[in-house]
């Protein structure tokens, strides 16, 4: 019995240290989100020189709304949540527009609060549907949003969104019931961070860090899926469905963490990937390959870790291009006639 209490308490403060070093991670990829904004915005190529003469060729029907993940903002000075991608949609004819949301909170507050702007941008366009292109928790978010006014959006689309919840969730979530003090500082410190955040973004959104990690466990994500199941896939790994009440529904991830020693952020994305156990090696840092499948899969093997989905990435050697996919999705939605 005794050699047993040993092995638990050894396995107990190697996942604190786990789950401890992946916050600080976090925290890391914040001051590296920042860090790399401000030296991109000075020095990303013209869409231009990235995808060629402006076309039309994204000019979808509806407008496409974009929707941040958790700890994320619309625009920080110069630095924008999603970098280059909108400019260069915009150059090829879509009309886009970027919303902002609690960088902390549950997805159903978030979904109420992008609600709301959503009817803002149909009233300022004059379109009757939009398109809702989610990051991270950003997915949970418009699929709210399409649940509650369905005759408003035309598709969702979900990117690297943890539709059956996060593994690095669950870790955390485990790691607050069994030394909730560590939990309540870690909680703390995420509400520091969407001050931080509101601040610096010029916002007054409410946070709550609690609420997020609650959204995004795997039982927080089942309980929303019960709320909200359209486009959720029934079977495991699979599609869902496609369409639902007049709603496209679509999803694309990406696997892998560490792709470059010149991405500050692949470090902290690698040290988050360790606290995988069901989806270990398939995964992009926080979300895992099949708990990212919503509606039609467009790809779930993308080189390309939680990060550089929105292209939040910055070292001197080739990244990949997560631009292209949404350009990629642009042409196809409007191929469709949406």
């Not at 005759?151 to 943890?162: E, N």
């Amino acid at each position: 019995m005794q050699k047993l209490k040993q092995a638990w308490r050894k396995w107990a403060i190697r996942t604190s240290v786990g789950v401890l070093g992946s916050v600080v991670a976090v925290g890391a990829i914040v001051l590296g989100q920042f860090a790399m904004g401000v030296w991109r915005a000075g020095h990303m190529a013209t869409p231009a020189q990235l995808d060629g003469p402006a076309s039309d060729q994204a000019r979808t029907r509806y407008p496409l709304v974009l929707v941040h993940g958790m700890m994320g903002f619309d625009h920080v000075g110069e630095v924008s949540y999603w970098f280059d991608i909108v400019p260069r949609l915009q150059a090829q004819g879509a009309q886009v527009a970027v919303t902002s949301v609690s960088a902390f909170g549950s997805s159903e507050l978030r979904g109420q609060q992008l609600l709301t702007q959503v009817a803002a941008i149909r009233a300022r366009t004059g379109a009757d549907k939009v398109h809702l292109i989610g990051h991270s928790q950003g997915g949970q978010a418009a699929r709210y949003v399409a649940a509650q006014q369905p005759q408003w959006v035309a598709s969702v689309t979900a990117v690297a969104s943890p539709t059956m919840g996060s593994e690095v969730a669950d870790r955390l979530q485990t790691l607050h019931a069994e030394h909730p003090w560590v939990g309540d500082a870690i909680f703390a410190l995420g509400n520091a961070t969407g001050q931080l955040i509101n601040w610096l973004a010029g916002t007054q959104w409410p946070q709550d860090a609690r609420a997020t990690l609650a959204s995004l466990t795997t039982a927080g994500a089942a309980a929303f899926n019960q709320q909200y199941p359209a486009g959720v896939p029934t079977t495991a790994c699979g599609d869902g469905a496609p369409e639902v009440a007049g709603v496209r529904y679509y999803s694309w991830s990406g696997v892998g963490r560490f792709h470059s020693a010149t991405n500050m952020l692949d470090a902290p994305m690698w040290l988050t990937g360790q606290l995988f156990e069901r989806e270990r090696d398939d995964n992009d840092g926080l979300v895992g390959r099949c708990a990212s499948h919503l509606g039609e899969v467009l790809g779930d093997r993308h080189p390309m870790n939680h990060l550089h989905a929105v292209r939040m990435v910055g070292g001197i050697t080739p990244d990949p291009d997560p631009a292209k996919l949404y350009l990629a999705h642009a042409a196809r939605l409007k191929a469709a006639g949406l």
